[in-house]
């Protein structure tokens, strides 16, 4: 199994950036495809970026150009960089790790607002 701790959320001004970090333990961590979630109240969980175990990745186009996936297999490590953050990026963000037919792992989520 793998358990995953999100960090790195807090509040900030409209056009700023954020790094959100996901610590995964367990061996099985290069073989999952990972993912950030988001969910405001009220609205369903929603996929904003996606990265497979070999670096392929995918962005919902509500962030393209302003996220970037990236991974770190080395140290069971995933991130998140938010550029140009928008008050419709508030959210709760929680990260994510699947692996077809076997795992569909989610950390606890860390808090993402953006407001002036």
């Known amino acids: 199994q793998v358990q995953l701790v999100e960090s790195g959320g807090g509040l900030v001004q409209p056009g700023g950036s954020l790094r959100l970090s996901c610590a995964a333990s367990g061996s099985i961590f290069r073989l999952c495809a990972m993912g950030w979630y988001r969910q405001a109240p009220g609205k369903q969980r929603e996929l904003v970026a996606a990265?497979?175990?070999?670096?392929?990745?995918n962005y919902a186009d509500s962030v393209k150009g302003r996220f970037t996936i990236s991974r770190d297999n080395a140290k069971n490590t995933v991130h998140l960089q938010m550029n140009s953050l928008k008050p419709g990026d508030t959210a709760v963000y929680y990260c994510n790790c699947k692996i077809v037919g076997a795992l569909d792992a989610w950390g606890q989520g860390t808090l993402v607002t953006v407001s002036s």
């Open positions: 990265t497979t175990s070999g670096s392929a990745t």
